[in-house]
């Protein structure tokens, strides 16, 4: 089934070529189904790039989303044009009364600011807050993720001193789980962050359950028990090259940055990355959709508010 999404979102045209089902939403319209609900709140820099990371998986699902991507209100892209955000993002304010299905909450690129230096902090708490009443469950993705684990557990990161970067092994932590329903016993993610919580102090909330991990990137899955809220740590919507890409930038600032492990073929930046972690990320926001917003969100959207879950996935 599509995603469907604003007709003339330039993100349409390489998921097309990729062979994605995207339905504009002219045609969308004819469609006698249900379709589920799901916001995107894009905090990264590279609007096109993040977007079509995301749809690309969420449209390797049998059922049919519409997409509305998000923006808070007190925030400015330095790196975007205005006219990309106007013609196809909604301000928070515009929204903020409406449910949602689902809730996908992106990275940013704020690895060494204290939450309460980001100007946006205290809006993006207020949107946290709304989204456990008005969406059945929430995505949030690295940044995202440390920063809904210290809003909604008080669970602070540690910031080390050099980036963890590169595509790791992990492991399931529970072998039916519906998160991770049919993964192999081990997978790979690629990770790119300063941020680390230790994965003890998950365990010691009462309300969090860690479904994957390892012990070089600790925690990498987690979500509460009624699946409202997913915590992703590292990126696996990432595109084959995208490590690729930051690693040059880095060399940019300093000759001294660290090349990603577990990424190059022989460890040499000069031969082409492949990506290894494609079916893992299919799989897990096709489990994802299925599991905690299709099974999960009441017909009636309305309901949502009322924290109406008619299934709970417990681990």
């Not at 230096?117 to 456990?132: I, K, R, S």
């Not at 210290?150 to 072998?175: A, P």
């Amino acid at each position: 089934m599509p995603i469907t999404v604003k007709d003339e979102l330039p993100a349409i045209v390489q998921l097309r070529q990729e062979n994605v089902f995207v339905m504009p939403k002219s045609r969308a319209k004819s469609q006698e189904i249900r379709p589920m609900r799901l916001a995107i709140l894009n905090l990264m820099p590279n609007k096109v790039e993040t977007e079509v990371q995301f749809i690309r998986l969420l449209a390797n699902s049998p059922l049919q989303v519409n997409v509305d991507l998000l923006r808070l209100d007190t925030h400015r892209s330095s790196e975007n044009s205005e006219q990309h955000l106007d013609m196809f993002y909604r301000y928070f304010s515009d929204v903020k009364n409406q449910n949602y299905d689902a809730l996908i909450v992106t990275g940013a690129p704020l690895a060494h600011l204290e939450y309460e230096d980001v100007t946006y902090w205290n809006e993006l708490q207020v949107f946290f807050d709304w989204a456990e009443g008005h969406v059945t469950s929430t995505l949030f993705s690295c940044w995202a993720a440390h920063a809904g684990l210290f809003h909604h557990h008080g669970l602070k990161r540690v910031l080390k001193k050099n980036k963890l970067c590169g595509v790791f092994k992990h492991r399931c932590y529970f072998e039916h789980g519906a998160l991770t329903r049919g993964f192999d016993d081990e997978f790979v993610v690629p990770h790119s962050r300063y941020g680390h919580i230790d994965e003890e102090k998950i365990r010691q909330t009462e309300d969090l359950i860690t479904l994957a991990g390892s012990e070089r990137v600790g925690a990498y899955l987690v979500k509460n028990q009624s699946g409202s809220q997913v915590y992703l740590t590292g990126h696996p919507e990432y595109d084959a090259d995208t490590l690729q890409k930051e690693y040059r930038r880095d060399l940019e600032k300093g000759p001294d940055a660290a090349m990603p492990e577990g990424y190059f073929p022989d460890n040499n930046a000069d031969k082409t990355p492949s990506k290894t972690w494609q079916s893992h990320a299919f799989l897990l926001f096709s489990n994802w959709l299925n599991y905690y917003v299709y099974q999960t969100t009441p017909y009636d959207i309305n309901l949502v508010s009322q924290d109406v879950r008619t299934n709970n996935y417990a681990e």
